[in-house]
């Protein structure tokens, strides 16, 4: 039998943080090790464009985020790694999609919601600020999705909802036009981390509270040495699991190291001192993906070169399912 398709995608609009990588990164690389699984990751640059408006930030975020999963231990030769913006039988099924999603199933996605939401508190006009980008991004989310036939699409919990989107809109698809997609399935993975960040609230770029992945060794120290603590004295016991420190350590430490962190915890030990440790561990799993993702930051080319040898991957499976989608709508030759 087959293997099952496992496909994700990364919106390139920021840098790559701790939470990223623990959340996200290193489980997608550790399955994709395995050799269950046929995976497909990409880098989500059309979605970028919904957020971020400035070119050089999108462009720069592609080339952070390529590297760092590179850096991490994505093998290109096991998974087929691309960028979205390569592969142009996205947009045109895009369409394909949008012509056969209802509105009123669209309207009904969260991230719009909230933004009608926001400026109805705020009373302005409904529609303010909002684009036609954001609306119809589950739709763009479900090309990316049903392009590849994907089985499994593992996600954060924010997500699963534009994952039963993209499975109504194939199936309405399907009724309609014969059994040409997959229909696809959040996969939730309870056990990685949501990681806190420096104020103890979710690790996000929109709080501005991340750990960035890639920093020298002495703006890593500084930023662990930021994150929030109370003001327990050394010896004082503390209660570790409501600490965003032993959190993080939890997030990178072996069974024995966490013992051994809630045992100290539980001993009063400094907070200075819990950080120092806390940099230590983070640091020594950091140090050798941090020289390779130099490396590659220094020579985007090879990035580039990694990049469109996945594109012509990646464009086996959607040019071959565009064209029986073309035939099946009725765009045809005429003779
Ligand atoms: N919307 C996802 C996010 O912000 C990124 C994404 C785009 C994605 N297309 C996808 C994830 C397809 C899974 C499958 O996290």
Known sequence: ?????????????????????????????????????????????YHALIKCQDPEMVNQSTLEIAAAWLALGLDPNQVTFYRQSDIPEIPELTWFLTCMTAKGLVNRAHAYKSAVQLNDEQCEDPDFGISMGLFSYPILMAADILMFNAHNIPVGRDQIQHIEMARDIAQRFNHHYGELFVLPTAQVDDDSAVLQGLDGRKMSKSYGNTIPLFLTEKKLKKHINKIKTNLLEPGDPKDPDSSAVFQIWQAFASQDEIDYMRDAFAQGIAWGEAKKKLFELVNSQLNEPRERYFELMARPEEVENILSVGADKARVHSSALIAKLRNAVGLRRLS
């Open 1 to 45: 039998m087959d293997k099952k398709r496992v496909l994700t995608g990364i919106t390139t609009s920021g840098t790559p943080h701790l939470g990223n990588y623990v959340g996200a990164i290193r489980p997608a690389v550790e399955a994709s090790l395995t050799g269950d699984f046929e995976s497909f990751f990409f880098l989500a640059d």
